[in-house]
């Protein structure tokens, strides 16, 4: 075939088993414009045989795709605007509502009557009530219609019954004000659209994948949506966010009012019940029990996380149980689980509606603003509907009582004809006509003359009067209503929300997340090797030199006598060069790891001393710690993860007239700066060896920790509140409403129980004193005490159940007022407790001192009195006798490399 002719390309018959095929020149868009087929064996190029069709690609392309496309968007997968129903849901409804008698129907005879209108079979239809069923609005439900929360289906739709809800029958039906369509076979009426009044589409949510576009509305409060129709109604701001039927926590800082782009973080609600266990209540919209639990044990048998048995005892609620093993935290788990499984789930809303048979973007905000004001349109056309009946009844009303108290009917005898005698009644009305609301008509005077006798005769004006000043009343009311259709809207939904609100509370919880870095969650399910002389580390060098527990996520930072310095990933056997004399998993964000090394600037250079933190890192990238001198070599290195700067002692080699060969150098006086840096000059003479003398403290300032309490997280970034100034073993004070006292260290991960009232810095020495109601002896005790054990929590009060903390203060000095109740009619002044002269510091144990007899009111805790409190002094530099001299070339605990020039 000959790739250069732009024209028709014949190919050879023997290449095509004997069929030639012909094509036209393709159009501008590129598409071949005809494709010429025959019925027979043969193609003709020049459409010689008439029996030939022409189809154009083109056309197919832009009619038959398009409209199927068309189709699938208007017809099946995306909602409309107005009553906020794909088609499938809105005929069920209608079908439900010509079915209906105030008793169940099998969803089976639903779906079968429903059938007259959709015409897409009966499985799409039976999946649709299932859906609209569970989400419990429209529908009143009985039998077995499956479990959300375990994603167990519904029973067989010949199993199970359907009624349309209370709620269903006040905002979806109003026969005269629907506009009514032809059903796809002609055969029937059913509704364009349905006159929903409430914000149905927000309220259920709706998610459909159409041809070309998708939607996903996510679903809202049912009480909100009315606070917010109201807040529309009188002009105030209002803002929505989802609130999903699992519950859960959400974060929805990045809601973006539902819009593409958008983004919304759903979290498994994860408490720990104990050490050893924790579990789960609460599961993220779009998971169900079974979804989450394997999930978790796919993460656990990557080694993500590491769990003993997973356990789901849920029912009508969620409750799943994880039990750890021995020695795992709970709180790197909870992180853990929220990194790798689907306990934390990102949902993307898109706002897709149809509006005007066109697929509109739209946020929730204006959706909300879309339904508030059509459902005013529709209270509207429906109050001046009920006014022109009632208008009419009072019209005929009228006439009546006027054409039988003015005996018209005596004279119809005289009038042979229809014509004649309603000329009759038209003069006789004439001196009435001022009264009535309309014009008099033929059909009025036609139920006239139709009015049997023994009603006349038995006509009571009084009690004809009475029934049209009743119709008055009800006409001047809706009226009013017309006259005030905001405030009667705001009545409607009020209305709405006083019936149906109970129990349609908000269940997810809103709340800022923060962001869980998976390198220091994830389980270090395995171990890092190196061979130090050969250069290699990896996870499959079992033989050699062991290094930390890791994880296959993991960086290692890798130090050479040569003065380079890597960070690579964890691999099974890796290169990075010869004379290793440091290596360890790295973590980029470590600030408060120092490095102190001592290097010779080439090979007969001068000796320099630094200090430095690594990070802004290259990964697989050598970077030269030294000026790159050929023959620089590293000949003192530590590790220090908390800044430490020790004392070494540097010896020289005997070189000439040198008289000082031998003394003290401290890192603490060297300043720390970025890796790159020179340094300062140790000597310029050559170095027999360098000695540890003195382990070091750090020479960082105390880390300042922070409790955000919005995300319920500590943090080292001055967000919240700050808790204080951090040395290594310095802890937090922990105490619950529950009674319960901890102390913890500072870890960055810990997650915090909801009942938590006292968070701060734990001064050893400083006294707890509380307050707290004992249910054995139905009397309140007053204690104080010290934290005894720092690693274990205790409870401070007596473990009865009707026992409770009433107040708990950690001042030096707090006082306290104690307000009784009145007795026999007689109030007692109040109380001042001074809980330093009351009770002396006891045991944690201790039942405490018996407040008072008498009956209590409340208790409130008043300013404490003021007190000195004593400055800690500063740790002081161990001595150098309290240190193990190390030996040459050596690795101890704390990373210091020891080496031996000789």
Same mark, same amino acid.
């Given at each position: 075939m000959n790739n250069e002719e732009d024209d028709n390309?014949?190919?050879?018959?023997?290449?095509?088993?004997?069929?030639?095929?012909?094509?036209?020149?393709?159009?501008?868009?590129?598409?071949?414009?005809?494709?010429?087929?025959?019925?027979?064996?043969?193609?003709?190029?020049?459409?010689?045989?008439?029996?030939?069709?022409?189809?154009?690609?083109?056309?197919?392309?832009?009619?038959?795709?398009?409209?199927?496309?068309?189709?699938?968007?208007?017809?099946?997968?995306?909602?409309?605007?107005?009553?906020?129903?794909?088609?499938?849901?809105?005929?069920?409804?209608?079908?439900?509502?010509?079915?209906?008698?105030?008793?169940?129907?099998k969803v089976a005879n639903i779906v079968g009557h429903t059938m007259q209108y959709h015409p897409h079979g009966d499985a799409s239809i039976g999946d649709a009530i299932v859906q609209i069923g569970q989400k419990d609005l429209l529908i009143d439900m009985q039998g077995n219609w499956g479990n959300i929360l375990t994603g167990d289906g519904a029973a067989a739709s010949r199993y199970i019954e359907a009624r349309i809800s209370k709620l269903g029958h006040d905002i979806l039906y109003s026969p005269k004000i629907t506009e009514w369509g032809v059903s796809y076979d002609g055969r029937r009426a059913e509704p364009v659209n349905l006159p929903v009044k409430f914000p149905l589409l927000l309220a259920q949510g709706g998610e459909g994948i159409a041809v070309g576009l998708s939607t996903k509305i996510l679903p809202h409060n049912f009480n909100e949506l009315i606070d917010a129709s109201i807040k529309i109604l009188k002009n105030k701001p209002f803002t929505l966010y989802p609130d999903f039927p699992t519950a859960g926590i959400a974060d929805v800082s990045n809601y973006n009012d539902g819009l593409r782009g958008g983004r919304v973080r759903v979290r498994a609600k994860i408490n720990q019940l104990d050490k050893q266990t924790l579990t789960i209540t609460q599961i993220p919209f779009s998971t169900n029990t079974g979804s989450l639990i394997d999930s978790i044990l796919k993460a656990n048998e990557k080694g993500k996380i590491k769990i003993k048995k997973i356990e789901d005892n849920t029912a009508a609620e969620v409750e799943i149980l994880i039990h750890l093993p021995a020695g795992v935290s709970p709180d790197k788990t909870i992180d853990a689980l929220y990194a790798f499984?689907?306990?934390?789930?990102?949902?993307?809303?898109?706002?897709?509606?149809?509006?005007?048979?066109?697929?509109?973007?739209?946020?929730?905000?204006?959706?909300?603003?879309?339904?508030?004001?059509?459902?005013?349109?529709?209270?509207?056309?429906?109050?001046?509907i009920q006014l022109d009946e009632l208008e009419n009844k009072w019209h005929f009303s009228t006439l009546e009582k006027i054409f039988i108290r003015e005996?018209?009917?005596?004279? !119809?005898?005289?009038?042979?004809? @229809? +014509?004649?005698?309603?000329?009759? /009644?038209? $003069?006789?009305?004439?001196? !009435?006509?001022?009264?009535?609301? @309309? +014009?008099?008509?033929?059909?009025? /005077?036609? $139920?006239?003359?139709?009015?049997?006798?023994?009603?006349i005769t038995r006509f009571d004006s009084d009690k004809a009067d009475d029934a049209i000043a009743k119709l008055e009343a009800e006409m001047e009311e809706v009226k009013n209503h017309l006259d005030n259709l905001i405030d009667f809207a705001i009545a409607f939904f009020q209305k709405l929300k006083e019936k149906f609100g109970k129990g349609r509370e908000?269940?997810?919880?809103?709340?800022?997340?923060?962001?869980?870095?998976?390198?220091?969650?994830?389980?270090?399910?395995?171990?890092?090797?190196?061979?130090?002389?050969?250069?290699?580390?990896?996870?499959?060098?079992?033989?050699?030199?062991?290094?930390?527990?890791?994880?296959?996520?993991?960086?290692?930072?890798?130090?050479?006598?040569?003065?380079?310095?890597?960070?690579?990933?964890?691999?099974?056997?890796?290169?990075?060069?010869?004379?290793?004399?440091?290596?360890?998993v790295f973590d980029k964000n470590d600030k408060r790891t120092i490095y102190n090394m001592i290097y010779r600037d080439g090979k007969n250079g001068s000796t320099f001393i630094k200090r430095f933190n690594v990070s802004g890192i290259t990964r697989d990238k050598f970077y030269d710690l030294t000026q790159e001198k050929p023959g620089s070599m590293v000949t003192y290195f530590s590790a220090n993860p908390n800044g430490e700067a020790e004392t070494v002692t540097i010896l020289l080699r005997q070189v000439g007239s040198v008289k000082k060969l031998k003394w003290d150098l401290d890192f603490a006086d060297i300043a720390i700066k970025g890796r790159a840096s020179r340094g300062n000059t140790v000597t310029k003479y050559p170095i027999k060896k360098i000695e540890l003398k003195e382990k070091g403290i750090s020479t960082l300032r105390p880390r300042k920790v922070w409790f955000d309490d919005t995300v319920q997280r500590l943090n080292v970034d001055g967000r919240g509140e700050l808790l204080g100034e951090f040395r290594p073993n310095d802890r937090i004070l922990i105490i619950s409403q529950s009674g319960k006292v901890k102390t913890i260290v500072p870890e960055l991960t810990t997650h915090f129980d909801e009942d938590m009232i006292v968070l701060e810095k734990w001064k050893p020495k400083k006294p707890i004193s509380a307050i707290y109601f004992d249910g054995e002896k139905d009397r309140y005790f007053v204690k104080r005490f010290l934290v005894e054990n720092e690693n274990k929590e205790e409870i401070f009060i007596t473990e009865h159940a009707k026992s409770q903390l009433e107040i708990v203060s950690t001042d030096y000095r707090p006082v306290a007022e104690v307000v009784f109740a009145k007795a026999k009619g007689i109030q007692k002044e109040n109380q001042t407790v001074n809980f330093e002269e009351f009770i002396a510091v006891k045991g944690i144990k201790a039942l405490g001192n018996q407040l008072t007899t008498d009956k209590i009111k409340q208790i409130n805790?008043?300013?404490?009195?003021?007190?000195?409190?004593?400055?800690?002094?500063?740790?002081?530099?161990?001595?150098?006798?309290?240190?193990?001299?190390?030996?040459?070339?050596?690795?101890?605990?704390?990373?210091?490399?020891?080496?031996?020039?000789?």
């Open positions: 390309i014949i190919p050879n018959e023997d290449e095509n088993n004997g069929q030639n095929q012909s094509f036209d020149n393709k159009n501008e868009e590129g598409f071949e414009d005809e494709i010429r087929l025959s019925s027979g064996d043969h193609f003709y190029e020049n459409n010689e045989n008439p029996d030939d069709t022409i189809t154009k690609v083109t056309g197919m392309y832009k009619d038959w795709f398009l409209d199927y496309a068309s189709y699938v968007i208007l017809e099946r997968a995306v909602p409309a605007i107005e009553d906020g129903f794909k088609p499938v849901q809105r005929r069920i409804m209608h079908s439900m509502k010509e079915l209906d008698d105030g008793r169940y129907n499984t689907a306990c934390e789930t990102s949902i993307a809303p898109l706002g897709c509606v149809i509006q005007d048979n066109k697929p509109l973007f739209i946020g929730v905000s204006d959706m909300l603003k879309i339904s508030t004001n059509r459902t005013v349109g529709l209270l509207k056309r429906e109050l001046e005996e018209m009917y005596i004279d !119809f005898k005289l009038y042979s004809d @229809r +014509e004649s005698l309603y000329q009759y /009644l038209y $003069k006789r009305f004439e001196p !009435f006509q001022s009264i009535l609301v @309309r +014009e008099i008509n033929d059909d009025d /005077l036609q $139920k006239l003359t139709q009015i049997p006798m023994i009603r908000r269940q997810t919880e809103l709340r800022s997340f923060d962001t869980i870095e998976a390198t220091k969650v994830v389980l270090r399910n395995t171990k890092l090797y190196v061979n130090k002389e050969e250069g290699f580390f990896g996870t499959g060098l079992k033989k050699d030199e062991y290094v930390a527990d890791c994880s296959d996520i993991d960086d290692v930072i890798v130090f050479l006598r040569d003065g380079k310095m890597m960070v690579s990933k964890v691999d099974e056997k890796k290169f990075v060069g010869k004379d290793i004399i440091h290596i360890a805790l008043l300013e404490s009195l003021p007190y000195e409190e004593e400055i800690e002094p500063e740790p002081v530099r161990p001595s150098a006798s309290e240190i193990e001299d190390s030996g040459d070339v050596n690795s101890d605990d704390d990373g210091q490399i020891t080496m031996s020039l000789d």
